[in-house]
């Protein structure tokens, strides 16, 4: 009996000692994201909504390509001038410039409307898969109440938001113009920084990660061109959309249009 006894407290023990250790998921570790001298950067982030990214960041000059869509968007100083071109059998680019963008963003049917600022929200240090970063967290003010700090368009009601969670970098070059882009590029609050991740948890619980980042990695300058496309090459349009939308995406809303007029 005294046997089993002992057998028993030291079976209780170590079942404490493992209960006591905290868990652990391991998450993959990015490269710094912080300016270096002379370095440039390349960004793999995903958005809910416009897909996977490529952002190259070159001190004073941005590319960003997505890579879902097949579409790039370049812009650089001292212009500033913003220019979506598509290639393939079709070559065709739009240019606006650094005001406009800011205003507009990319324009599709469904974005966030903001509600709270980041200036209520309760600012700390943290990592994000090795980054280190600032975390914005946003909360209702008053959970009893429908209206959440931040919503998304096409969420069902029994499910608001109920916080948000949104990690910036130090800024990712010497000149703020290259994050403020980047920040309107994803729909994403403007701050101080580069636009790491952002988190929305739900009444419900359930979380939905708006924006991601796989992969930071740095490599010389020139080992990266980030230039104007020539327009000579391109046919030029009245507007993003015809830029941004592949043909499929196109003719799908068109469908969607006709439709909603038949009804």
Known sequence: MRRQFKLWVSCLASLTSFLLVPCVVAQPKLASIAPLRDEAFSVLQKHYLLGRWQIFVNKDKVKAVNLSEGYSIVTMAP???????????TPKMY????REFLVAGIPLSSYYVIEGRLDQAKKSRAQFKGLNTVLFTLMRADRTKVKPAWTLGDLPPESPVVLSKYWLAPAISNNDTVCKFVQKLF????????????VDVRADHTHTAVLDIT??????????????????KYKVCKGQRDVTLSAGKREGLNDWAEVLGKD
């Open 215 to 232: 992969s930071c990695k740095g490599f010389p300058p020139a080992a990266v061109q980030i230039v104007y496309p020539t327009p000579a």
């Open 79 to 89: 212009t500033w001038k913003v220019m979506f071109y598509r290639d393939g059998s």
């Open 95 to 98: 240019e606006t410039t650094m």
């Open 187 to 198: 729909m994403m609050p403007a701050t101080n920084g580069y636009p790491v991740a952002f």
